[in-house]
Nanobody, 123 residues
Framework: QLQASGGGLVQAGGSLRLSCAASGRSYSTYAIGWFRQAPGKAREIVATINWNGVRTYYADSVKGRFTISRDNAKNTVYLQTNSLQPEDAAVYYC??????????????????WGQGTLVTVSS
């Protein structure tokens, strides 16, 4: 089971640290991604990280503001979000890649999803 947490209400320019905790099994050999979905919009990729944390990918819209990291000992992936803007408001989800030891950068390759956490940004 994947559980995303850490969302909330923040003013524009603020920061939040999102966490994606896995329980029941380890995903230490799988890439994990953060995705988001705003009302009326399609779900989009935000950032992904490979199994050992060496490789990362960011959507252009968050590059330089968001940082993805993971702690395999804690079975947790993090998303540090800085300089949040109203357009970052969405439900944020984490998901596990479909195959181990493979680094995917497209949403279709992530097939095990957790429940999301809501991020609201006030202007």
């Amino acid at each position: 089971q994947l559980q995303a947490s850490g969302g909330g209400l923040v003013q524009a320019g603020g920061s939040l640290r999102l966490s994606c905790a896995a329980s029941g099994r380890s995903y230490s050999t799988y890439a994990i991604g953060w995705f988001r979905q705003a009302p009326g919009k399609a779900r989009e990729i935000v950032a992904t990280i490979n199994w050992n944390g060496v490789r990362t990918y960011y959507a252009d819209s968050v590059k330089g503001r968001f940082t993805i990291s993971r702690d395999n000992a804690k079975n947790t992936v993090y998303l540090q979000t800085n300089s949040l803007q109203p357009e970052d408001a969405a439900v944020y989800y984490c998901a596990v890649a479909r195959s181990p030891y493979t680094f995917y950068q497209t949403i279709g390759n992530y097939n095990y999803w957790g429940q999301g956490t809501l991020v609201t940004v006030s202007s």
